[in-house]
């Protein structure tokens, strides 16, 4: 199972700070019109992004860390990856697990050792978070090379050069898992030529991708940054002309921001008639 545990750009839907036509229907609507920052679990074990409110979002949909043993980093922009939460891994070898008195903490049961795969940039914010002790936080950060084919513990996947921020090594990942094939494109605007070229090779069982400046058509999905639907509709479109997909393989949106389509509610049967579907936080995929 696939599950989007959040399916909101930078700002959140409703945005933080904002109290616009979108955002104040989305606070009066509540539900699915409530989008926190972009994340996904596959199974109970792998998790994709990690961003300032995971906690809260692994428990709202019935999942934790406890059972989270690799985490793929699409890019460490802050709504994608917030590792100051990593410093509560901390249990020392001397630690016991049950605690008596004083003990060293921060957690008393041992966490699952975790494998953290992404950038460069990734790799140093994790270890400025545990103050370079991987040890005693019990993970390790693998750098990944884009166009690699990487075999996690339970997945196998390769990271594709996004058209994201060229500032840092930004990824889309094709992931296989259980024999099935899946695309997730966030963030990123238009797929680069080399990323065409490779993702020509495979069929998927389900592409997920972002579309954060939703119906403005003003938007240039073509430049470094992010798609709106418009791109989204052409990468449906591409990929049914190139046999990628079916006509009934779930592509599914998500990263949406508020001023750029309406609460959920409205904008998924908008979606629905070009056959996207509209992710919500908590929507669960059969892979
Ligand atoms: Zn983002
Ligand atoms: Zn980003």
């Not at 009066?28 to 409110?53: C, K, M, Q, V, Y």
């Not at 797929?191 to 090779?201: D, H, Q, S, V």
């Not at 939703?214 to 791109?231: I, M, R, S, T, V």
């Amino acid at each position: 199972m696939f599950t989007f545990l959040g399916t909101s750009a930078g700002e959140q839907y409703p945005g933080v700070f904002c109290n616009c036509g979108n955002c104040s229907k989305a606070r009066e609507l509540g539900g699915r019109n409530i989008r926190r920052n972009s994340s996904a679990i596959l199974g109970n074990h792998t998790l994709l992004d990690f961003g300032p409110a995971i906690a809260n979002q692994l428990d709202a949909f019935g999942h934790s860390f406890l059972t989270i043993d690799t985490l793929l980093v699409t890019h460490a922009h802050e709504d994608h990856f917030f590792p100051w939460y990593l410093r509560w891994r901390l249990f020392p070898e001397d630690q016991t697990t049950n605690p008596q008195g004083y003990e060293k903490g921060p957690t008393f049961t041992k966490p699952l050792p975790l494998t953290i795969y992404g950038s460069e940039r990734v790799r140093e914010l994790t270890l400025q978070a545990i103050k370079h002790d991987e040890k005693n936080h019990h993970l390790e950060v693998v750098v990944l090379e884009p166009w690699k084919q990487y075999t996690a513990k339970h997945v196998r996947f390769v990271p594709l050069v996004a058209n994201h921020d060229f500032r840092q090594d930004c990824y889309n990942f094709v992931i296989e898992y259980q024999g099935k094939a899946m695309l997730y494109a966030v963030d990123t605007a238009w797929f680069l030529p080399e990323a065409m070229e490779f993702l020509k090779g495979y069929t998927f069982d389900l592409v997920v991708m972002e579309g954060t400046f939703g119906f403005n058509e003003q938007h240039d999905y073509k430049a470094p940054g992010h798609c709106n639907f418009l791109a989204n509709r052409k990468a449906r479109e591409w990929m049914l002309e190139e046999n990628m997909i079916q006509a009934s393989t779930p592509f599914v949106i998500t990263h949406t921001g508020p001023h750029h389509a309406p609460p959920h509610d409205e904008c998924e049967g908008l979606l629905a008639k070009w056959d996207l579907k509209l992710a919500y936080d908590g929507m669960q995929v059969k892979l």
